[in-house]
C-alpha cells in the first residue's frame, strides 16, 4: 500500500471511529490533536469523562491485528499528547485513554476498547 492510500485509509478509519462513537453518544471535541511528543486521533467527551481515542486500522493481520500495533512506545506517545492537551485546560477532569480498532474499513467490524491505557 502505497503512503498516499494509507493516509486516505487512515483518515476514512478517524471517520468511521467517529461516527461510531458518536452514535453511542460521545461527543468529539478535537481532531488529530498534535504535538511535538505525540498525536491523539480523537479527544471526546463521554459525559463528564474526557476520552483521548486512538484509532487503529490493520488491513491485514501479518503483524497481528489492530490491538496488536498498540506498543509501549505507542502508549507513552499517547500519554504524552494527552498531558500536552491537559495542559490548555483551566482545570483537569477525569480521563481515560479508549482505542477503536479497525481490521479493515468496514464499518461492521469495529471494536472499542475503554480504558487500554493505565496511569
Request: glycine content about 6%; aromatic content about 6%.
Amino acid at each position: 500500500m502505497s503512503v498516499a492510500s494509507r493516509a486516505t485509509a487512515g483518515v476514512l478509519a478517524e471517520r468511521l471511529a467517529e461516527r461510531f462513537l458518536r452514535e453511542r453518544g460521545l461527543v468529539i471535541v478535537a481532531r488529530n490533536f498534535r504535538t511535538r511528543r505525540g498525536e491523539i486521533d480523537l479527544v471526546a467527551r463521554d459525559g463528564p469523562t474526557l476520552v483521548f481515542v486512538e484509532v487503529r486500522l490493520r488491513t491485514h493481520r501479518t503483524y497481528g491485528g489492530a490491538a496488536a500495533s498498540i506498543t509501549w512506545a505507542k502508549q507513552a506517545r499517547l500519554v504524552a499528547a494527552a498531558s500536552q492537551y491537559l495542559s490548555t485546560l483551566r482545570s483537569t477532569p477525569a480521563c481515560r485513554f479508549d482505542a477503536v480498532l479497525l481490521d479493515g474499513l468496514d464499518g461492521a467490524r469495529v471494536e472499542w476498547l475503554q480504558d487500554v491505557i493505565s496511569l
